[in-house]
């Protein structure tokens, strides 16, 4: 290991945007972002000082970072690690130890503490006290021939729910919800969602979101949908499979339509697909994608240090981000 190692949190936006963003994209072909809002708007607003680099020094001073780690507090409850990078040429040096130690350190009067790690690093993350609670699978599948068409078709005789454009006056339910199907409070996050999704800007970046509410105003199913570097990230929660479903179809929709606008920023061939996470623990969400011919495409388990926080999965089919919970 290099004597000059350190590690700091990152100095400003640019740079979180950079190794928070652009390193996993680039380097890993990661399916983040399509661009650095999420980053910047998000991760950055949430909680910057967990955002760690490890850095050495070349004999003249000049600072190289070897590797970074995102330690999330998303409140004193539940804290969460993602983003965990080292590149190749920095591997086996004993950097990737002392930073996940570092974000472990960080995090460690939070009651849960968890991440979503690939199979492959399942060893080194129970060695470090992390236990396998639940698996999400990522599965893809075409806006048109997997959602429009066989959804079009099968809510045909459905009677329609009222969907509202989801909006801050709905961060409580939305807390509220996640409760309810994570055990894990994370208001600060929700509300830098929320505003990712409904900001001036959010419709023509390709990110958009909706609620439904019950005759109380009370929150029990919500969607949103965002631009990835290979298609668009949905996020579903909600009990009823054919309120999922007519959430599901209204987002495609919605994209379909988005594209013939003369105010949509992304690309005209940007991949018209959705990603899917879904949690492996509803049977209903895993049987909606398979059913709807979504392809698979990877699997993560989402692991605890010490507790889990209790979750009640049947109203949980595609989670929101495999990088902080």
Not at 159 to 187: C, F, W
Not at 199 to 215: F, I, P, S
Request: with cysteine; proline share 5%.
């Amino acid at each position: 290991m290099d004597p000059s190692f350190a590690i700091r949190p990152v100095k400003d936006v640019e740079e979180a945007c950079h190794y928070f963003r652009d390193w996993p994209v680039k380097m890993l072909g990661w399916n983040h972002g399509f661009d650095d809002k999420e980053a910047r708007l998000v991760y950055f607003e949430m909680y910057r000082d967990g955002m760690l680099l490890g850095t050495i020094k070349d004999g003249h001073g000049k600072e190289e970072v070897v590797g970074c780690v995102f330690a999330c507090k998303h409140s004193d409850e539940v804290g969460y690690i993602g983003a965990f990078i080292v590149p190749p040429q920095y591997r086996l040096r004993g950097y990737g130890r002392i930073l996940f130690k570092e974000a472990i350190q960080l995090l460690g009067s939070c009651r849960f503490l968890g991440l979503d790690g690939k199979f492959e690093m399942f060893d080194a993350y129970q060695r470090s006290g992390f236990q396998p609670n639940t698996i999400t699978l990522t599965y893809r599948g075409d806006i048109q021939k997997s959602v429009v068409t066989p959804l079009l078709q099968k809510l045909s005789n459905t009677q329609p729910s009222i969907l509202t454009p989801l909006a801050i006056e709905h961060l409580d339910g939305l807390v509220q919800l996640e409760d309810k199907y994570t055990g894990m409070n994370r208001n600060a996050f929700w509300k830098a969602w929320i505003d990712l999704h409904s900001n001036d800007q959010a419709a023509d970046l390709g990110r958009a979101g909706w609620v439904v509410l019950d005759d109380e105003s009370t929150v029990t199913h919500f969607g949103t949908v965002r631009p990835s570097v290979r298609g668009f990230a949905v996020v579903l929660y909600g009990k009823e499979i054919q309120v999922i479903n007519q959430l599901l179809l209204h987002m495609a929709n919605w994209v379909l339509a988005q594209l013939l606008s003369p105010s949509w920023k992304l690309p005209k061939d940007h991949q018209l697909a959705f990603n899917f996470n879904a949690c492996a623990s509803n049977p209903m969400a895993v049987a909606l994608v398979e059913s709807l011919g979504f392809d698979y495409v990877v699997s993560h388990a989402r692991m605890w240090r010490g507790p889990a926080p209790i979750l009640e999965p049947s109203g949980l089919f595609s989670l929101s981000t495999l990088t902080i919970g």
